[in-house]
């Protein structure tokens, strides 16, 4: 009976003259009846039978199935990764126990080989007639791939190899950095993002040396003008500033971060008379200073409680200069933030009401009616971007989309502050008087957010900007 059983099935499978339609197999489309349909077997002929599967291991092997591709293959991943299987065992770093799981040879390989980037501080020439020689800058991911993943360790990767090609497609790494970048690659990302390094790998290391230089330059002839009879007051006014930023960030009370501070403010007011130091610009100096300060310490150190003074003083000079570079290119599109009577600010706010208006015109009459204008506390979240609201890690992750929109910090903003009100808007409607109603909108409660928190609170704003993509004019200032 078992003999006969097993004939059966195979029969059953084999497509003989009766060539009954089975369940789940793939029929073709195109013959003599459907002309328009091209067949893809280029040895297929019009008119005479197809040959199909004989047998149920054959039709598997040809039926594609969606079940099949949940995720990228992690193994072809490998061949093409960003990880220097050439190096010498002797220099990888200590060898850990895998632990037992169904991808232990592909975690044994990845656990003792770091990840290996060329970056803008590792490509030299050696004989530029002869060879080109790169030496390879390693930048330790500071996350135990075990822990992490495969989704994550995929886009870890995706990074490496757009970071260390010749040339890095800006576009692509947009795409990538919008929905968070790996904090080992994203010193040098936003470096990209910010237009402060060029995408070609080869000019990074001459491109940061110069700008260096210049900025040093910068200290020299502007920074001994701070206590003249002209510059007094601005210097005055940076140094009682600056302490006041992130006063529960231990990193920011120190005296050396504070003269970096100082130094990197002053010379940008020098240097742009037309709007000069406003307060809340020193805020935006803090993402940049921790993110390019992350890059010089040890993963597994949290750079809001580093000692400074660990730090070399060429390394604290070149992370000083990074800074001062980048924070001027984010200034530079929304520098209207900061002249004369701020029109910027103005004209963001009134996006803002208007967004709100059309939103939740419930929340928009209820601060109507208890006379809170939206310049009462919008013009905090526009002066300062949103610093005082959140966490300096939280603020990070929100910089990470923002510099991945062409105008992030001018336009995309304005629907990030949109989305905020929107999440709060029962809290704030609870308040019962301007004063309730102010406390809410200057203390959301917002201190124990993490990046899921930001992440959604950024998929909202972009379904918002969407939604106003096609109708700019809804938001423009009305003309009188």
Known sequence: MAAGSDSARKAFWKRGSNNAKLPGR?????????????????????GTPTKGPKTFEEFEKETDDAWDDKEEDFSEQLSSSPFDTERPLSDHPAERTP?????????????????????????????????RKIVKEQLLCPVDFLDVPDRETTRLQKFG????????????LRKLSWSG???????????????????????????????????????????????????????????????????DVALFQQQQVQECFERILFIWSMRH??????????DLVTPFFVVFLSYHISGGTNPETFDILRLSEDTLRSI???????????????????????PGIQSKIHQLRELMKRLDASLDAHLTQNAVEYI?????????????????????????????????????????????????????????????????????????????????LLAEAYKLSFMFADAPGHLSIAKS
């Open 99 to 131: 632990r037992t799981s169904l991808k232990a040879t592909v975690a044994e390989e990845i656990i003792t080989t770091p990840v290996v980037l060329e970056t803008q501080r590792s490509r030299t020439l050696s004989n530029p007639n002869i060879e």
């Open 376 to 456: 009462h506390f919008a013009f905090r979240w526009m002066n300062n971007l949103l610093m005082r609201e959140f966490t300096l890690k939280c603020i990070i992750r929100l910089w990470d989309s923002y510099l991945s929109e062409r105008d992030g910090f001018a336009k995309f903003h304005v629907f990030v502050c949109a989305a905020l009100l929107q999440r709060f808007s029962d809290l704030i409607k609870a308040g019962k008087d301007f004063q309730e109603i102010m406390l809410h909108l200057q203390n959301l409660p917002t201190s124990n957010w993490t990046d899921s928190e930001v992440e959604l």
């Open 26 to 46: 793939p029929q073709q489309v195109y013959g003599n009846n459907n002309k328009d349909h091209v067949p893809t077997d280029p040895t297929f002929v019009a």
């Open 181 to 247: 970048v790996p904090p080992s690659v994203r010193a040098t990302t936003w470096q990209l993002l910010c237009g402060y390094l060029p995408p070609n790998i080869d000019w990074r290391e001459e491109t940061l040396q110069r700008k260096r230089q210049e900025y040093r330059n910068f200290i020299e002839r502007y920074y001994p003008m701070r206590n003249d009879l002209l510059h007094k007051d601005t210097f005055q006014q940076i140094q009682k500033d600056v302490p006041r930023m992130h006063r």
């Open 320 to 342: 000083e200069a990074d800074s001062f570079w980048c924070m001027q290119r984010l200034l530079e599109g929304i520098q209207d933030n900061y002249t004369l009577a701020q």
């Open 273 to 282: 008379p037309a709007s000069g130091y406003v307060q809340g610009i020193n």
């Open 161 to 172: 190899k757009l970071l260390a090609g010749p040339n890095t497609d800006l576009d692509e």
